[in-house]
């Protein structure tokens, strides 16, 4: 009786070990993939004959005499000027983050401490904007754009992804702030301070692990986004991600899909880096929603 | 909180959220009721030794200054919405006249550029959504019974396909699946047909789209399941173990009610999410077999030269509809607590 109970439970934990193993893999295979080939030619990197040209550098090493090149990062670091759609994206990640956490700790801690039934509300109509299409907000944004004359430039589409970024914003520090104890700042008025000093001296050096949070994932929509700087930024102010699909127009020629290979991975390897220090605050970002039902 | 002090905290939030999301989709609906100005043609007689002939030429100087002068163009109230790019009344009328069987009539309707956009749009949602809930939930459950040490490394890989952006995720994998890539190769040796091809049909480009879709949104419900298994109340579960539930009945009976709230805003955030694909048919360059609403309207936007604002105004609008419409349940549930809790 024990025994049938123990191999079963065996068949079932070996079942979703090997599930949990072929997630894994099927979630990190295409990026070690990618990150291995973009440092090889073209011809190895898509090597119908053999995949394990792919692997050693057969015709990397044919070509260029070793097994690894950076010809692809060259060219598309230096060739064809990546860096100056890197320090676009820069900037732009820089403001959106800074602008959109400062206006989000405002509206979410007020959100978290008034009861009437506007802040409802406004919270309702947020969730139903965090729910638009972007690209049905755009078709909105072009054509009064194009006549005030600021369409094209990076701080219009700063201010777009603040924007876009609020709805979320308000929602995950409005929960944060829900959960710090209403009687800090209000026995900190109590003492004589206003509601802005309140929230100055008493919030302010309680909240950074809830903006840091929030902070995270307004970088990661801003450096992500497609959508709005493919159709907002003019050619020469374009950030990574619509670069990287401009490359892919014009780079059918032989060799030259490796610079995008390279960007590729270029753009993917800060993710990672921001996914090491920050896991945490990222897994509690995406529950935060949630655990409050 | 005085709704003086309430004001001045929420004006920055609140003017961003009017002026750039409210306010455009206002502007979005005026547009889609304007259509751009015809050109101007001008009619000339030639009169040669054979006769005179009529041509119409197009002046070009007359349509630019007509069109500069005001540039949402004229007045079209909802004929945008009618013509054949969008609800195509006339034309699904039609078909229903003409075709005998009901899946000639079906094809006939698919064909058009809206329907045919929202029939894969919805397909996709309906599609990867419940399979991501599920798979989603199988592996929290699976990396729940890992141990400790491995449960960090797993979370980290497993929220990259999340994490990087569907432009990128999505261009990594078309390479992969190409016909010169390892997984496009690959399954060319297994099916022995050098010439077969993921891009070259409808039914495998949905598939890879689909499978795409479930790469990368299955780590946010994986994420979200795995927190939620790390609060299942511990007495419960051993009180069920004493009274001699298997496994699989603490897992039915205890740990799956445990998670339903989970489940529904899980599904709310994937509803959302889908029914908004976009990228990935940019990236894997699907859009000879399979176009999503937020597809055409960008295509609309990107007309070289002549970008139609008004079709693009109307699928705009009709996409918004189609949101509201997903989110209508969730609205009325929040909106049904809501009154609880304020009796």
Redesign the interface.
């Known amino acids: 009786m024990s025994r049938t ?1 123990r191999t079963r ?1 065996t068949f ?2 070996t079942l ?2 090997s ?2 193993a072929l ?2 893999l ?3 295979f ?2 070690a ?2 990150f291995w080939g973009s440092f090889k030619v073209q011809s190895d ?4 004959a053999d ?1 394990m040209y ?1 692997l050693w550098g057969t015709n990397t090493i044919k070509e260029t005499g070793n097994s690894f090149t950076g010809s692809g990062y060259h060219g598309a670091w230096i060739v064809e000027g990546f860096w100056k759609n890197f320090l676009n994206s820069g900037i732009v990640v820089l403001f959106t983050v800074i602008i959109s956490v ?3 700790t ?2 979410g ?3 978290a ?5 506007y ?2 509300w ?1 919270l ?21 754009f ?2 005030w004359n600021i369409w094209g430039y990076l701080p219009t589409t700063i ?2 992804l ?3 970024n ?2 979320f ?2 929602w995950m520090l409005h929960s944060f702030f829900l959960n710090v104890p209403k009687d800090m700042d209000e026995s900190a008025m109590v003492d004589g301070c206003t ?2 000093e309140a929230f100055r001296y008493v919030i302010v050096p309680v909240m950074w692990p809830g903006v840091i949070t929030t902070a995270l994932f307004s970088f ?1 929509l801003a ?5 709005v700087t493919v ?1 907002l930024l003019s050619e020469e102010n374009e950030t990574i ?1 619509p670069a ?2 401009s490359f ?1 127009g014009t780079t059918q020629v032989e060799g030259k ?1 490796m610079y ?2 390279a960007a ?1 991975v270029s ?2 390897a800060p ?2 880096v ?3 220090f920050f ?1 945490r605050q ?3 970002g ?2 935060a ?3 409050k ?1 | ?3 003086r ?2 004001f001045w ?2 004006l ?3 003017s ?2 009017l ?10 609906f005026v ?1 889609s009721l304007f259509i751009q100005h015809e050109q101007v043609l001008i009619l000339s007689k030639n009169c040669g030794p054979f006769g005179c002939s009529e041509t119409t030429s197009v002046d070009i100087e007359a349509t630019k200054e007509l069109r500069q002068g005001s ?2 163009g004229k007045f079209n109230g909802v004929g945008t919405y009618l013509n054949r790019s969008h609800l195509a009344f006339v034309e699904v009328g039609n078909a229903w006249v003409a075709s005998k069987t009901f899946s000639g009539f079906l094809n006939e309707v698919l064909d058009l550029p809206f329907y045919g956009a929202l029939m894969f749009t919805l397909t996709y949602t309906a599609v990867v959504t419940p399979l991501v809930l599920l ?1 989603g939930l ?2 929290a ?3 729940n ?2 141990p400790n040490m491995m449960k ?1 490394p ?8 999340f ?6 995720g999505s ?3 078309f ?2 699946v ?5 997984i496009g ?2 399954i060319q040796l297994i099916f022995n047909d050098p010439n077969l091809s993921l891009k070259a049909s409808t039914g495998l480009t949905w598939t890879m789209l689909i499978v795409y879709g479930i ?1 990368h949104t ?3 419900s994986f ?2 399941f795995y ?2 298994l790390q ?1 299942v109340p511990v007495d419960t579960l051993e009180a069920a173990q004493i009274d001699g539930a ?3 009945q603490r897992t039915f009976y205890v740990v799956v009610p445990h998670l339903v ?2 489940i529904s ?2 599904t709310l ?1 994937l509803l ?1 999410d889908n ?2 694909v ?2 990935p048919i ?1 990236s894997f360059s699907a859009e000879a077999h399979a176009r999503s ?2 597809w055409i ?2 295509n ?2 990107r007309e070289s030269g002549n ?1 139609l ?1 008004g079709s ?2 109307a699928t ?2 009709l ?2 509809i189609g ?2 419409l ?2 209508i349940p ?2 009325i549930r ?2 049904r607590d ?1 009154k609880l809790r ?1 009796l």
């Open positions: 109970a439970i079932v934990s979703s070990f599930l949990v997630w894994l099927i979630a990190a295409p990026f993939w990618t990197f898509f090597s119908k995949w792919a400062t206006f989000g405002l509206g801690y007020a959100l401490r008034s009861g009437f039934r802040a409802f406004i309702m109509a947020a969730l139903v904007f965090r729910a638009m299409p972007h690209i049905t907000l755009v078709s909105g944004y072009l054509l009064p194009f006549e201010i777009v603040v924007a876009m609020q709805p914003t308000i509601r802005f990661l450096y992500n986004d497609f959508t159709m991600i990287i699909n892919l899909v995008a290979v590729v753009v993917t993710i990672l921001l996914v090491l896991q990222i897994v509690s995406l529950t929603g949630a655990v039902g | 909180m005085k709704h002090t309430f905290f929420i920055p939030t609140l961003a959220m002026l750039f999301i409210a306010i455009p989709i206002v502007s979005t547009q540039h949402l798979l199988a592996i459950i699976g990396v019974g890992l960090g797993s979370i980290f890989v497993s929220l990259l396909p994490l990087v952006t569907p432009l990128v261009l990594i994998l390479w992969m190409d016909g010169d890539g390892i190769a690959t790469w299955l780590p946010f994420i979200v927190a939620g609060t298997t496994k699989w709230p989970l805003f899980v955030m959302m029914f908004r976009f990228e940019v609403l937020s309207i960008f609309d936007l970008p604002y693009a105004g705009s609008m996409t918004i949101v509201v997903l989110l969730v609205l929040t909106w809501f304020s």
